[in-house]
Each structure stands twice: as structure tokens, then as C-alpha cells.
């Protein structure tokens, strides 16, 4: 079955830096862009950013560009998120998941908190 | 401010029908046919209801219907039961914003 397990969140002050990692397996990775997905404590839903299955493409949200850099790794069926620079309203919930028109299959989610 | 404005709550009784509404504009709902929905329960990832307006996921249950009428996307949910109260978002593509893809701000469905 698909499993999505995202790692690597936790606490951070601001400015800090922090990789996401996200372990897919129960399918084809290489076929499917990926994207992260986050949602901050009693918020909603919000795009970060995706990368296309070869990694020839990727987007990320205005709020974040220029500071996270998504990428991923075939072979390890494994996707990264890159985030430099962080501010406290990047404190959030990060889900890693399957696909961008729909997603299909989404991780549990790490918890990222950017706090002095 | 989300890109896609949903009512922040709906409610209905069990066995009833609600419909919950995601208006965007013609540079997202209006345009394009790449309208999502999720459902959301406290303290679990979302998952996928509906996706490209109207098509139900395999193992989605057929009591839960999608639709769109210009700018204005919905989930329609029938013979309500208890396990449907959830958040709900919607989600489409939008050519007006990165990264392309938009949620609404999210509903949360109380069954009575």
C-alpha cells in the first residue's frame, strides 16, 4: 500500500534552517510529481511547493520562494524540503504528498516550529 | 486571505443533504476543470473526496458529489452520517498564483 513518512521536523529559532524528508514507498515514485503541502495550528490548507516526477519542474508559493527549495531523489524514493530562513509563521503542520491536480495519498505530517 | 472563499461552517441532521460551496474566479474555478475536494478530520491528514470537479476516488462513497456553474465549485454531501463532520477544502488551479494550485479556506461540516 502507499506510505508517505515524512521526518526532520521539530523546533527552530528564527533564521534557522531545517531539510524535511519524506520516504514514499508502495508505489512508483518516479512517476508522480510530489508536492508539501502545510497547514499551521488551527488553519487551513496551504500549496508550499511540487517538483515533477523527473525534477525538471518545480513551484513553490510566494511566501516561501527564495528560502525553501524542494528536490527529491528517484533512488531513494525520498522527497526534501530545503528550509532556510525561517520566520515564526512558517509553524506548521508539512505534509508530503502524492500527485498536484488531485493528491491522492498524503503523509501524516511534521511539525515544524519556528520559536526563540 | 485564501484565493477560493468557502462558508466557514454548515450543518445538517443525520439522513439530510448539505452542500458546501467553493467560489473562486475565472482564473481558477471558472477556468479550469481541476477542482479538488478533501475531507479533514482533527488531528489526521486530509484526504482525497472528489477530484477534477466531479469524479469520485475509488473507495470514496457514492453519497459524496461534486459539481461546478461558472466561478462556483461545491461538495455535495447526501444521507448524512455522523463520520462525514469534518473539515472540508476545496482546491483548483489557479493561473493567477504561484504555485498554480489553491485551497479554499476550509468548512467545517457539524451533523446535528
Known amino acids: 500500500q502507499v506510505q508517505l513518512v515524512e521526518s526532520g521536523g521539530g523546533l527552530v529559532k528564527p533564521g534557522g534552517s531545517l531539510r524535511l524528508s519524506c520516504a514514499a514507498s508502495g508505489f512508483t515514485f518516479s512517476d508522480y510529481y510530489m508536492s508539501w503541502i502545510r497547514q499551521a495550528p488551527g488553519k487551513g490548507l496551504e500549496w508550499v511547493s511540487y517538483i515533477s516526477s523527473s525534477s525538471s519542474y518545480t513551484n513553490y508559493a510566494d511566501s516561501v520562494k527564495g528560502r525553501f527549495t524542494i528536490s527529491r531523489d528517484n533512488a531513494k524514493n525520498s522527497l526534501y524540503l530545503q528550509m532556510n530562513s525561517l520566520r515564526a509563521e512558517d509553524t506548521a503542520v508539512y505534509y508530503c504528498a502524492r500527485g498536484r491536480a488531485m493528491v491522492d495519498y498524503w503523509g501524516q505530517g511534521t511539525l515544524v516550529t519556528v520559536s526563540s | 486571505q485564501s484565493a477560493l472563499t468557502q462558508p466557514a461552517s454548515v450543518s445538517g441532521s443525520p439522513g439530510q443533504s448539505i452542500t458546501i460551496s467553493c467560489t473562486g474566479t475565472?482564473?481558477?474555478?471558472?477556468?479550469?476543470?481541476?477542482v479538488s475536494w478533501y475531507q479533514q478530520h482533527p488531528g489526521k491528514a486530509p484526504k482525497l473526496m472528489i477530484y477534477d470537479v466531479s469524479n469520485r476516488p475509488s473507495g470514496v462513497s457514492n453519497r459524496f458529489s461534486g459539481s461546478k456553474s461558472g466561478n462556483t465549485a461545491s461538495l455535495t454531501i447526501s444521507g448524512l452520517q455522523a463520520e462525514d463532520e469534518a473539515d472540508y477544502y476545496c482546491s483548483s488551479y489557479t493561473s493567477s498564483s504561484t504555485p498554480n494550485w489553491v485551497f479554499g479556506g476550509g468548512t467545517k461540516l457539524t451533523v446535528l
Open positions: 475565472s482564473s481558477d474555478v471558472g477556468g479550469y476543470n481541476y
